[in-house]
């Protein structure tokens, strides 16, 4: 049956490509993602955007595609310069749009699949904490010329302190009295570092830290590396947006500097890893030290904690919304990502701050 529905969008976008078979990709928590492979190759990467969570979703899209065809002018014109070597491409529909809709109202985005490439959902040994830290650094250097305000904000207030912490707050007042219960001390270490938390975001608003073009979701299996571990380019672009480089540079440490995975339950395997993070601040400077402020390096330890924190903090306010929001596979996996997530910044504060 879903087969049929994949089969019907698929030919809605423009390719002369023949419909074989379908396989789920699972390790986003909020879209839903197929790689399609046809008889002859390239494959195709199509997704369903989730619109409970992004409700512009043309915006989104249109976002995605002009970062993309930048990314793509640059490294054209770059003779080499830059070690990155793609950048995602989007499919136009038959009737030239970036997107299509199904008979049940349901969006759907189509990418090029980028053959021979592998992501990881932890890091294997520093060598590879190098290269995320060029490749992330490159996306950053390659779009800093692109003006940001041509970005629609598509989850206006992404990771903007103020706002998370006001729906943790909403959030504690209507919480079921056993979730309450389970994540109090969650809670208790969420309240204690409130002021700590909204440092990057007061230096924003004060303009004493600038916007840029901005990923905002750079955890590593949204990276993209060749057969050789060289990355290769940056996916999952759905929040391209204005933001603070702090966040991509902290939301990066997060997954790729921790000993476990997000979803490790076993908290004393949950460590942050301090060779990690040399490594993958060296590569990271080597692509963006000339663009950085000296008070934008300062911060970027913070960033780290901040980033942690800010993720954590929002899998926990979910788990008291009585998860709304991430994807679950059982009853109490929020919060034991939020553990994971306060763990992990634990780790880097004892080791760093
Ligand atoms: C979500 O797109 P996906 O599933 O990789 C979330 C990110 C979180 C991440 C945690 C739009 O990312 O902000 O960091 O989960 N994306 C959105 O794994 O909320
Ligand atoms: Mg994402």
Redesign the pocket.
Known sequence: MYKDLLSSVFYKFQHNAEFRSYEALT?????ATYLIKTEAKPFYVLQSINPK??TDIPNLIQNKVRVSEHIQQKLAQSGGKFPKKTALQFVKSNSGKAYVEDDAGNVWNMMLFIEGGTTYDAVPHSALAYEAGLLIGEFLKLTEDFDAEHLVDV?PK?HDMDFRYHQFEVALKSAKITRLKASSELIHQAKSLKEEMHVLQSLKAKGILKSRVTH??T?I??MLFDAEQKGLCMI?T??VMPGLVHYDFG?AVRTICSTAT?DETDLDKVKFNMNYYRDFKKGFLEMMETSLTRTEQKYLPLAVKTMIFI?GL?FLTDYLNNDI??KVNYNVHNLDRAKNQFKLMDSFTKQML
């Open positions: 390790s986003g928590h909020i879209n969570v992004f989850i992404f905002n979701d955890k299996s949204n999952d759905d929040t939301d997000e993720i929002r929001y991430f």
